[in-house]
Nanobody, 127 residues
Framework: QVQLVESGGGSVQAGGSLRLSCAAS????????MGWFRQAPGKEREGVAA??????YYVDSVEGRFTISHDNAKNTVYLQMNSLKPEDTAMYYC??????????????????????WGQGTQVTVSS
């Protein structure tokens, strides 16, 4: 069982930045692939970014603004979010999996790859 604890959410004005962190308590194999997803009220959960053996994957809407990284020593994944927009407002969830073949083959973070989820951290961007 992988425990994922997110932190770093908050409120920011449009154009601002936030950095989300997700600490994983698990054997490294269970977190070969880690990702960030988000869900706005009334919408489906969508993939934002994923990292799998050092390769990164992003949804088009955040490409160039968000950066995902993984500190292997700390087993922690980060999401640096710059140039935030009101449409980025959502609950952000960290996720982990032993492998991410669907993500790798599609080139986009794919929810079906992930079986372990954090509780979420709220990001609110005001205009």
């Amino acid at each position: 069982q992988v425990q994922l604890v997110e932190s770093g959410g908050g409120s920011v004005q449009a154009g601002g930045s936030l950095r989300l962190s997700c600490a994983a308590s698990a054997y490294p194999y269970s977190t070969n692939c880690m990702g960030w997803f988000r869900q706005a009220p009334g919408k489906e959960r969508e993939g934002v970014a994923a990292i799998y053996y050092g390769r990164t994957y992003y949804v088009d809407s955040v490409e160039g603004r968000f950066t995902i990284s993984h500190d292997n020593a700390k087993n922690t994944v980060y999401l640096q979010m710059n140039s935030l927009k009101p449409e980025d407002t959502a609950m952000y969830y960290c996720a982990a999996a032993p492998q991410c073949m669907r993500t790798h083959l599609s080139g986009r973070p794919t929810k079906d790859d992930f079986g372990n989820w954090g509780q979420g951290t709220q990001v609110t961007v005001s205009s």
